[in-house]
């Protein structure tokens, strides 16, 4: 409290309850424990408790000569003893020429104390003059003329406080009013506006309403290292949003969480800070933008080029919209955040569309083999290239005639491959017209050409993170070569139409029944794109020389087809199981999948007779000479008896060695195990077959 407002409400007091409670707070104003006031009577020469303070009077002749001399002289110290104690304690008395006497206890109060207590006293004296019977008519005088002199010096301090008072009050309405009229201006202009819009006007609006000649809103980047601008107000106009290190600015105490003002001088303590020279920037005063939870997301800074003394009505109204812009700010991240969160769904939508999609139309169509079926040696050897090359990301290149089952060895490589999470994406090269093969592999946009009405996505993104199985490559045109071997190099490409590289990550296996080096030759096939297929070769062998997998094929085949057809066909005859040997396939495993379906339809009983019409007609000679020789085995023979048939020819080949890398189990790919559990069903030991 201040001395006036101590005035004011000791002048209050009438209650004697009340005044014991006022002796201690002025005791406190004033430093000291405690505060006992006493009325002088002279006609009686000894000091009265005032009425309404504490009665205790100290005794004693250190007391009575100490306050004697306050009486005298107006104002004395030394240390006495406490009335309800021992010890000594300081006390400091000070007296009127009316008689008056407080005495302060404990502490050490400085002059401007005492003499507060001296223009205090009359006013706790005041009251209880009247009420002490000891007090003479000629004292009682003397008192009340004290008084009218001293209840004017407290008319005129009470006016002058009054005044004081009406001065800092009309003060503070004015600094009130300057602050609500910059926030109802700033409000104005924010709020109808949200997001980028929203901190262009907040930054114009503050900078007029501050009086200022820069403004700017930053959010936080790089982990609070650096700062960007979402909204610069540059004197004029608005400026170029920039990034810039907060390290060497005076926004570094700003994103740690802190309020920082620099009223001038700002480009001394911070000189590393060249756009604060840049601007001609004096002053700066920063605040934090923080969200719901109080993290720290930007700042709102103004800057002057003049100094900016602290202005509490302008910090008032910076805190309450540095409130507002970091809701903003934290409401524009999340639409942010949103807005990439739906884009990246729409994105893996339409891929998941284009997948499936294709994986519709691959539905659609009937896949030629469901596993690879056979242990010929030349399969084997095959095989074991497909599990050392499947692991890498190297282009394959498949060589094999028509019908040899290359596209079953390609999904053989893509299954075994770390990519076989992803999809196999397949591509005729050669069923696909010159001037649509390149729209199919890299896609194309709206409007790349007539007809081309809405994007279509080409097969190469389809197949990102996958494989691309491109059949009959050698059927490629010239000018989509040289696309085809950019993406084989870069792994990136345009779409037909657009502008736009699209950047894949794709293994490319190829295949081919023709020789591409003489395709290289001929001028048909560009030699780089040759080199750049041909890293992996592998050859698929022809069903002529694998001989030795056809009655697996037939068995095979005749149940897949026997249940597709709803037909009980159960055994094949000797003789036609040695025209399917016999026969030199030109059309390889397709040809007898085909062969094999028409005999199954047109079979009338459960075992599988083969008419020699359903053989190509060049095929008779060379199966009469097998056919015309007496068989020594039955007309007809259950499909037990074709595979009992089928392992002693292996085991007569391997020498009756079943174990082994040139072992009947090896060749038949079975476990040497399972090889002599079936050796016993069917009834097979070596004593009883040994050859001449």
């Known amino acids: 409290m201040t001395e006036p407002e101590i005035v004011d409400y000791l002048v209050r007091l009438t209650e004697p309850t009340l005044r014991r409670e006022a002796a201690r707070d002025l005791a406190l104003y004033l430093g000291a424990k405690d505060l006992i006031c006493f009325v002088h009577d002279p006609e009686i020469g000894v000091l009265l408790p005032a009425p309404g303070f504490p009665q205790t009077v100290p005794r004693g002749r250190l007391w009575r000569a100490f306050l004697s001399q306050c009486v005298g002289s107006g104002a004395h110290q030394g240390e006495l003893p406490l009335p309800d104690t021992e010890t ?6 000070v007296g009127l020429s009316d008689g008056s006497v407080a005495v302060l206890i404990g502490g050490a109060p400085d002059a401007e104390s005492v003499e507060s207590l001296r223009r205090l006293l009359p006013l706790v004296t005041a009251e209880f003059r009247a009420e002490s019977g000891a007090m003479t008519a000629g004292s009682q005088a003397a008192l009340d003329r004290k008084a009218a002199t001293e209840a004017q010096v407290l008319t005129d301090a009470l006016s002058a406080a009054r005044h004081n008072f009406q001065r800092l009050a009309s003060r503070e309405a004015a600094r009130r009013r300057e602050a609500e009229e910059m926030a109802l201006h700033i409000i104005e202009g924010t709020a109808s506006v949200t997001g980028k819009d929203f901190f262009n006007s907040l930054v114009c609006h503050l900078a007029f309403a501050l009086q200022v000649q820069f403004a700017f809103v930053a959010e936080c980047r790089d982990n609070k290292r650096k700062a960007r601008m979402l909204a610069f107000w540059k004197g004029r106009g608005h400026g170029e949003n920039a990034e810039y290190d907060v390290a060497a600015t005076p926004c570094r105490r700003v994103v740690e969480g802190q309020i920082s003002h620099y ?25 934090p933008l923080s969200t719901a939870s109080g993290q720290v997301i930007g700042h709102l800074a103004v800057l002057d080029d003049k100094p900016m003394p602290e202005r509490p009505q302008s910090l008032a109204v910076l805190k309450i919209f540095a409130a507002r812009a970091g809701a903003e700010l934290e ?30 139309e691959e539905i659609r169509q009937e896949h030629d083999f469901e596993e690879i079926v056979g242990s010929s040696p030349a399969l084997m050897d ?88 491109l059949d009959e490559v050698g059927e490629l045109p010239l000018e989509t070569q040289v696309k085809l071997l950019r993406v084989l190099q870069e792994q990136e490409f345009e779409p037909l139409g657009s502008s736009r590289t699209v950047r894949v990550d794709v293994r490319v296996i190829a295949a081919t029944n023709r020789n591409l080096a003489e395709a290289v030759a001929a001028g048909r096939l560009r030699c780089d794109l040759f080199y750049r297929l041909n890293v992996l070769p ?21 149940s897949r087809f026997a249940t597709k057809f709803g037909k009980k066909v159960a055994s094949v005859t000797q ?66 008896e074709v595979e009992r048939g089928h392992i002693l020819s292996v085991l007569a080949t391997a020498g009756w060695v079943i174990e082994g890398p040139h072992g009947a189990a090896k060749i038949l790919n079975l476990h040497p195990n399972t090889m002599r559990s079936r050796m016993s069903k069917l009834g097979i030991r070596r004593e009883t077959h040994e050859m001449p």
């Open 88 to 93: 000594m304690d300081r006390a400091v008395g």
């Open 263 to 287: 009223p001038r001088d700002v480009q001394d303590i911070f000189p590393d800070d060249r756009d604060l020279v840049d601007l001609g920037a004096q002053s700066y005063l920063g605040l």
């Open 331 to 360: 409401r524009h991240q999340a639409e942010l955040n949103l807005r990439a969160a739906l884009a990246e769904v729409e994105r893996l939508k339409n891929r998941l569309q284009a997948e499936n999609l294709y994986l519709q």
């Open 382 to 469: 095959l095989l074991a290239q497909v599990e050392r090359a499947a692991p890498t990301d190297s282009t394959v290149l498949l060589y094999g005639e028509t019908g040899t089952g290359k596209e079953l060895v390609a999904r053989a490589l893509h299954d075994r491959s770390k990519r076989r999470g992803r999809p196999l994406v397949k591509v005729n090269c050669g069923a696909i017209s010159a001037g649509l093969v390149e729209s199919e592999l890299f896609g194309h946009v709206k409007g790349a050409f007539t007809g081309a009405i809405e994007r279509r996505t080409g097969r190469f993104e389809l197949a990102n993170g996958g494989t691309l199985f």
């Open 538 to 558: 592998l050859t698929v062998p022809p069903l002529r020389e694998r001989r030795s997998d056809i009655p697996q094929l037939v068995t095979y085949f005749l």
């Open 575 to 640: 003789a036609t199981m040695d025209q399917l040997v016999a026969y030199p396939w030109p059309g390889n495993i397709r040809e007898l999948q085909n062969v094999l379906e028409r005999a199954v339809v047109l079979s009338r009983g459960p075992t599988l007779v083969l008419g020699r019409d359903l053989l190509p007609a060049h095929a008779a000679a060379a199966v009469a000479a097998p056919s015309a020789r007496p068989s020594q085995q039955p007309a007809h023979v259950t499909l037990e």
